[in-house]
């Protein structure tokens, strides 16, 4: 990607929900490729601009609220996506970041109907959609009780067995996963201990079975995370470019 060079890295808006949330792996990627990171938290009163002229595009991450909530800072940043999706911007979303948007282009999020979670590591399979973009992990990390149906007009990259829809696209630029890539080490240990009254749900897999499914896992989920993040943000720039 020889264009890549020229690109002009623009700083990519990362949406955190909590005092402590980090952007993990995926932001040490993203500033190893040449991107600065501009981390808001509206749930800590933090504004979300009115454009994203001055930015690369946009990441919005996981939380334990729920996209159905009503506080006011989860009702602005479903409403606020229409920026990115205006503009054309990258836009990633992750968990609650893609049944955010999910919900801004008109598709509902709910719990499973038999009240399965996925919490743990679960098989991932590719569509053949997804497969003419990349290569996929087979089993991928998860700490949700609700998903999303897939919008009208979005393309279904990846499905699971439990909660059918688990990554899609819409458009040219936005995109949403229901799993997790961005976790370290050190985070996946603190949601095993923060989280372990979840591992008693429906579904839910012990923290023991976190932790070894990382040793066994993790690998081919990172070198996905690393590639879907260069198709996010620096293919678009080089499309641009072009």
């Known amino acids: 990607m020889p264009i890549a060079a020229e690109i002009d890295r623009k700083p990519i808006l990362i949406v955190l929900h909590q005092e402590r949330s980090s952007a993990g792996r995926v932001g040490q990627i993203l500033m190893q490729k040449g991107f600065s990171l501009d981390i808001r938290r509206p749930a800590l009163g933090d504004e979300l601009p009115p454009t994203l002229e001055h930015h690369g595009g946009t990441i919005i991450f ?8 009503e506080e006011d800072f989860v009702r602005r940043e479903i409403d606020w996506l229409s920026v990115p999706l205006r503009e054309n911007k990258p836009y990633l979303g992750i ?7 999910a919900r801004n282009l008109g598709g509902k999020v709910a719990p499973h109907h038999e009240g399965m979670t996925e919490i743990g590591w679960y098989p991932l399979v590719a569509t053949d959609a997804g497969r003419a973009l990349m290569d996929w992990p087979d089993m991928v990390y998860h700490f949700h009780r609700e998903g999303f149906d897939l919008p009208a007009g979005a393309e279904l990259l990846a499905t699971g067995e439990t909660y ?5 696209r819409y458009g040219e630029n936005a ?7 961005e976790l370290t080490r050190a985070m996946m240990h603190r949601w095993v201990v923060h989280g372990a009254h979840r591992f008693e749900m429906p579904g839910a897999q ?5 932790l070894d499914g990382r040793m066994q896992h993790d690998g081919p989920l990172r070198t996905w995370m ?17």
């Open 62 to 69: 996981g939380g334990p609220m729920s996209a159905n909530d």
């Open 95 to 101: 968990c609650l970041g893609a049944q955010m948007l």
């Open 164 to 168: 059918p829809n688990q990554a899609f």
């Open 175 to 181: 995109w949403g996963i229901q799993f997790h890539g």
């Open 206 to 210: 012990i923290g023991k079975a976190h």
């Open 226 to 242: 690393e590639n879907f993040l260069d198709l996010i943000f620096l293919q678009a720039g080089v499309r641009k470019a072009a």
